[in-house]
């Protein structure tokens, strides 16, 4: 549980700093951050609203992929990014020189890829949001699950852009970056973090 608690906070810190390098963020939160703008309601009530609605398909369809995890994720990450971009944004202000940006984009992905191997490695249920992959691989078998998630992440980047949010660079970098670097995190720390079971193995 305090891997898993500690993995949203990291994530939601990740999150945010990909938000003050402002070259775009993963589809999901782009989504989410740009319908935030678009309708002035606070970005953490609109993906709460957006969760809910992801976690009704999970509740009918997936409940397998329900646990602590999945609360923690769909309540209380959005606010842990607003906190922590309020304190970061506050002290640094906007970025102007792209290099410095680029280099915060980094920063963002190798924190953010920490929190998601905590959260993922504590297996305490997945977030609204990914179960919809998995639930529909379970659905449709023939179709693998990476053409459903690049497909779900797409469709999040499209209404994103429509809606005037950033996709770019930090768009690109999350799609194809977080897979390895959440890999590393899982080999050389995460595991470690974790209990062991009485066979040796983590739990």
């Keep these: ?21 402002a070259l775009g963020t993963d589809p999901f939160s782009g989504m989410n951050l740009a319908l935030a703008d678009v309708t002035g309601i606070a970005y953490p009530v609109l993906q709460i609203g957006v969760n809910l609605i992801f976690f009704l398909i999970q509740i009918s369809l997936g409940r397998r992929y329900i646990g602590p995890g999945t609360i923690a994720n769909a309540f209380f990450l959005a606010y ?13 202000g906007d970025f102007q020189s792209l290099p410095v940006k680029v280099i915060t984009l980094l920063a963002g992905l190798c924190i953010c890829s920490l929190g998601l191997s905590m959260y993922q490695q504590s297996a305490l249920g997945v977030a609204p ?38 996709v770019g660079l930090g768009t690109l970098v999350t799609a194809f970056g977080f897979g390895p670097v959440i890999q590393f995190f899982d080999r050389t720390l995460t ?3 974790l209990p062991k079971r009485t066979d040796g193995r983590e739990k």
């Excluded at 993995?7 to 939601?12: D, E, F, N, P, W």
Aim: glycine share 10%; aromatic share 14%.
């Design 1 to 21: 549980m305090l891997v898993m608690i500690l993995g949203v906070a990291v994530t939601g810190l990740g999150i945010a700093i990909f938000r003050q390098a």
């Design 80 to 92: 842990f990014v607003d906190f922590f971009y309020g304190v970061i944004h506050g002290l640094l």
């Design 129 to 166: 949001y990914d179960a919809l992959s998995l639930i529909l691989k379970d659905r449709i078998p023939k179709v693998p699950y990476f053409v459903w998630r690049v497909s779900n992440d797409g469709f999040c980047a499209l209404i994103c852009f429509l809606a005037g949010g950033v």
């Design 191 to 193: 595991r470690r973090m």
